[in-house]
């Protein structure tokens, strides 16, 4: 993956990874989930789901609770490729730290 990453780098291509290693790898972006919080959506849906709601309460609900997770922009990466971003973000995209 490093290599892949660097790879692209060099010829001015950003890359756009799964996880806070592509993040720390030099990807310019990345999907940060936090698996936690992922896990605990999942236990409430399951609970909604066998308490016998009907189709459409579940899928209603799956709409008001998105799955947890963050976009990392990564800054340094961005100008060293020049490609211009804004400084400020709407959640979940978010400079990375």
């Not at 709601?53 to 997770?69: G, K, Y």
């Not at 400020?88 to 978010?94: A, G, L, M, R, S």
Request: charge should be positive.
């Amino acid at each position: 993956v490093r290599y892949i990453i660097k790879d692209a780098l060099h010829k001015g291509l950003p890359v756009i990874g799964y996880n806070r290693f592509f993040y720390e790898s030099g990807a310019a972006a990345a999907f940060i989930f936090d698996y936690k919080e992922l896990g605990r959506q999942c236990g409430i849906n399951a609970q909604k789901i066998l308490s016998g709601r009907t189709l459409s309460d579940r899928v209603a609900a799956r709409a008001q609770t998105p799955p947890v997770f963050h976009v990392w922009v990564n800054a340094r990466v961005m100008r060293n490729l020049g490609i211009k971003h804004p400084q400020q973000y709407t959640f979940p995209v978010e400079l990375g730290p």
